[in-house]
């Protein structure tokens, strides 16, 4: 029995309707994307036809997620909206703050001694305001959403980036910052730039060694971390069928890594049986009652260059596997062309960890892929190079390889266990006691980000991303340019051998099992439950509104020009910060202390020019403040790549940031700064990035005539007198630039609740 399953015939039942109603509007066929966009429109049945990548859209999402990590933020400002109740169904989900270490076990006693008070308050809260609870140890939010709540054809959002994951079952699933799931709590609706199309025609079949994540890696090659960038990415035709339910999971949750909206694919058999086998008959039953109106129209796929805007073919039966990395998730390498480029860059070809699982490869079918190759190891008498780490996605998956012996393979293999949680793919990994000063090495892991200090806080690992199959493979081995298509091993007994291709169950033969999930339902009536927050708790910290940064900016500061990329782990950093998630004074002691000062290509270190004394980040931007001094960010392309994270615009917000003004935005990030009541700009000409000075000092000429489609203009004054005028764009519509007035998105919700 599925969760919400009235929620999910209703969105089935206006299906027809509203789809045939946006097609006459449109005028042409419908893409999938497109008709779950026009099914879930606020005002209801479609009157006009929005202009992709221009119209900004009211919609109305099913449901919401969150991760532990964000949900404090985001639950913390629902507290604020002034509602007794969520307005749609709600989950939050324990996965983030549980530290990979010595093995599940102790890991998640630690977890539950170090951070009880914020899984407590999590837990309160959510019993309040009527949130589904995942406790710690119930496994990781987008397999768990895909394990209960994603179902073809609905809309969602998560304050997490890859709760795109959900695509994998038709979804449109969007991640999203904390304030924009409050608006959706809080029975509002949900604005989005209408997205641009990219189409991913996928022929042929997957065999041998190739797996789903290889069909990722090669469209992040091709995109790049910036290329789905205002566009939902829809993957169909023979090898998008032929693919399992799961397999369509981890292409949609790297797609976050490319920047896309979200990714999806059309409803199918793999995708029924999956319902079927999650015990979701009943939303099988329902969708195969509405399943034209599940895929996009049959002209679409057979002339997709006249309905997307951009199309990419991949030939499955040609598609090689590879890994990509080190320190970027775009940069791909195909077995068997390894040695020569890790040479020429200086990578470390020995490997020391294979991480195999988290959110986008931690499936039964993923596990029992990758045992299958580390049963060879055991079987043909090979000693495994490498250590193994295992992330399982979920207690049902957990509990279901274990009943089928899938794990016992690896721990015969003396691999690591770790909680079903994220642990090592989100910074959560304590490999080292002092990791900044670790040594340079190589690890490969089935995760989806790579970039520096990702997994264990070590600059210095050179991490790659792969399959589970040829991450297990290449743990076997060894060494970062192991083919196992091609290289042989030598075993125990000196004896050369190849390892086979792998096997595996797209679904478990016997089914799946669990004997407790980890799911606690919300009392009927919250009105009684008591939500406390200690005044001196290190951790968490109720919120203040913020104040409007007004009309009038004169005389700003710059904090700090980043160079080069800046995601939202050098914004602001996870890993052993995950801890202050619940408290903003505290975290924001992180505040773009991984960000490289283009002035002097430091991290954390950067003038104040009230001393003349360089320090940094936080404690500059502090002294500003203290001063009644607006300051500025100036940042590269695609500056926020990367995390939904909102404490990346929350944190500067805090400490006195008024404007970050950048070459280009990632998405998420864009939004984020503008539902704290920040201005988030582009250079009109991206190339006035260079006349940005360490000692200058700004003004916004005409800030009063802030409007929609209106340029801004910024006078840059220079510490020899001289000055630049400096043109700059944004997207605020006027919606937006309410937001900003009122000093925040949240600040008129809870107004106009009032």
Request: proline share 4%.
């Amino acid at each position: 029995m599925a969760f919400d399953i009235e929620m999910i015939k209703k969105v089935y039942n206006q299906m027809a309707e509203r789809v045939n109603k946006a097609r006459e509007v449109v005028g042409r066929p419908l893409t999938l994307s497109e008709k779950i966009l026009y099914n879930h429109l606020w005002d209801g049945n479609a009157t006009t036809a929005f202009t992709r990548g221009k119209d900004y859209v009211d919609f109305a999402p099913d449901r919401i997620a969150c991760q532990d990590a964000t949900a404090q933020m985001a639950l913390l400002q629902f507290m604020q909206a002034g509602k007794s109740k969520v307005a749609v169904p709600t989950t939050v989900h324990c996965d983030h703050l549980i530290q990979a270490k010595e093995g599940a076990k102790k890991d998640l006693k630690r977890a539950n001694d170090v951070s009880s008070e914020v899984f407590d308050f999590l837990a309160s809260v959510s019993n309040k305001y009527g949130i589904g609870f995942w406790e710690p140890g119930a496994g990781i939010i987008h397999q768990v959403v895909l394990e209960n709540y994603a179902f073809p054809g609905g809309m969602m959002i998560g304050t997490d980036s890859h709760t795109v994951n959900a695509g994998g079952l038709g979804m449109v699933a969007i991640g999203v910052g904390g304030a924009d799931a409050v608006d959706v709590m809080a029975g509002m609706a949900w604005e989005l730039k209408f997205p641009k199309l990219i189409g991913v025609k996928l022929t042929g079949k997957l065999s041998g060694w190739t797996a789903p994540k290889d069909v990722i890696l090669k469209v992040a090659e091709l995109l790049t971390v910036k290329g789905g960038t205002g566009a939902i990415v829809e993957y169909f035709g023979p090898g998008a069928t032929s693919m399992s339910c799961t397999g369509k999971g981890t292409i949609c949750n790297m797609g976050a890594e490319i920047g896309a909206t979200t990714s999806t694919f059309g409803y199918d058999e793999s995708m029924e049986r999956y319902l079927r086998a999650t015990d979701r008959e009943d939303v099988a039953d329902a969708a195969n009652k509405v399943k034209d109106y599940l895929t996009a129209d049959a002209e679409v796929y057979a002339n997709p260059e006249h309905y997307f805007d951009q199309v990419i073919e991949i030939d499955l039966n040609t598609l090689l596997p590879r890994l990509n990395g080190p320190f970027t998730p775009d940069l791909g390498t195909e077995v068997g062309t390894m040695t020569e480029k890790a040479k020429a860059n200086d990578w470390p070809l020995k490997v020391e960890w294979g991480l195999i699982g988290s959110c986008t490869n931690s499936s039964y079918e993923d596990l029992s892929r990758a045992a299958s190759i580390a049963q060879q190891a055991l079987d043909k008498g090979l000693k495994t190079k490498a250590e193994f780490g295992i992330n399982p996605g979920s207690e049902q998956v957990r509990y279901t390889a274990e009943r089928d012996g899938i794990l016992q393979v690896f721990e015969k293999l003396d691999a690591k266990i770790f909680t079903n949680a994220c642990g090592p793919c989100i910074g959560q990994w304590a490999r080292y006691s002092d990791p900044k000063n670790a040594p340079k090495n190589s690890i490969v892991h089935s995760f989806n980000r790579n970039f520096a200090k990702r997994a264990d806080g070590n600059p210095n690992t050179h991490a790659f991303v792969a399959s589970p199959e040829l991450t297990a493979a290449i743990a076997i081995a060894g060494r970062l340019d192991f083919n196992p298509l091609t290289d042989k091993l030598i075993n125990e007994k000196g004896e050369e051998v190849m390892l086979d291709e792998p096997t595996g169950w797209e679904l478990p033969p016997k089914g799946f099992e669990v004997k407790d999930n980890g799911y606690v339902d919300p009392v009927k009536d919250g009105s009684k439950v008591k939500v406390s927050v200690n005044s001196s708790s290190e951790r968490l910290q109720l919120l203040t509104p913020f104040e409007p940064i007004g009309n009038e900016i004169k005389g700003a500061k710059l904090l700090i020009k980043a160079f080069g990329k800046c995601t939202t782990d050098h914004i602001s950093m996870a890993g052993p910060w995950l801890r202050f998630r619940g408290h903003l004074d505290n975290i924001a002691n992180n505040t773009l202390i991984g960000a490289v000062n283009a002035f002097n290509k430091q991290t954390n270190f950067v003038k104040n020019q009230l001393t003349g004394d360089f320090a940094g980040v936080p404690d500059t931007a502090r002294a500003y403040k203290a001063a009644g001094i607006k300051t500025i960010v100036v940042g590269d392309h695609n500056y926020g790549e990367g995390s939904s994270r909102e404490h990346a615009a929350m944190q500067p917000r805090h400490l006195g940031v008024a404007a970050v003004i950048v070459k280009s935005f990632a998405r998420i990030h864009e939004t984020n700064l503008k539902k704290q009541g920040m201005l988030g700009l582009t250079f009109d000409n991206e190339v006035d990035y260079d006349l940005i000075l360490e000692d200058d000092t700004f003004n916004f000429v005409d800030l009063n005539e802030f409007a929609p489609g209106k340029q801004l203009t910024l006078e840059a004054v220079h510490a020899d007198g001289s000055k630049d005028i400096i043109m700059l764009n944004h997207t605020y519509n006027q919606s937006q630039i309410d937001w900003y007035n009122e000093g925040s998105a949240l600040n008129l919700i809870k107004k106009e609740n009032a």
